[in-house]
């Protein structure tokens, strides 16, 4: 009682400190954006009304989510040419409950998630396809490709795209208690650590679901400076 009394007198004598204090903790954590478009009308990412907070997404402590509004043959266009790089402790998806799915198509520029977990396939249907020069590049956190169960998440990174896993305390999962799939089509896949004590390595079917990477005409390099990294068949079954 008396530490509320205290409280509410200092909120009274200093409203404009509080208020400032309020707005710098709410930004620490960054804003959400969740696709609220339609991608048969605008499918680009950098159209500000196409998102919830009324301003396409900005390199930041942010996340986001795309779980409505697209499909396979009409995906979220990322074509900004430029890096875009989510760095909160948060976690962004495409396809969150079963109901859900989310279409990202990766054309030009990097899309980075330099912290966090990021799940394509939750429990709904997640799909990425990076290509014309694209990149997806995780670097801390983990990447989940069919998380929960009835998840599907599929990566495809066709010729002249690249996906990045690293550099210190990454990795991806590919299928866990869903199924995950990656795509190589005349690509590459660079398992990547630069750290001294890292852990960033892939695992192909840790639960109840199944993984899948299939290689056409592509590369996955395991390649550390000072790390030896590691991809998993199988992992936990």
Known sequence: MVFEKSFFRFVERFPAFYLVSCLLAGSAYGAVYTWVGDTLVNDDWSEDSNWSTSSAPVTGSHTFNINTGSSEANPVVFDTGATTSFGSI???MLGNNSS???FLRINSGVLEFAAGQQYVGDSGIGHINIENGGTLRKLNGRLYLGNSAGGLGTITVNAGGSLISGTSNGGMIIGGAGDG???LFGSSFLISDTSSGGDNRVDVG????Q????????????NSATVPQSLLIGADT
């Open 181 to 183: 799939i990656l795509n």
């Open 90 to 92: 948060g976690v962004s």
């Open 211 to 222: 993984g899948l990477i299939d290689i056409r005409d592509g590369i996955i390099d395991a």
């Open 206 to 209: 840790t639960s109840t679901g």
């Open 100 to 102: 859900d799915s989310g």
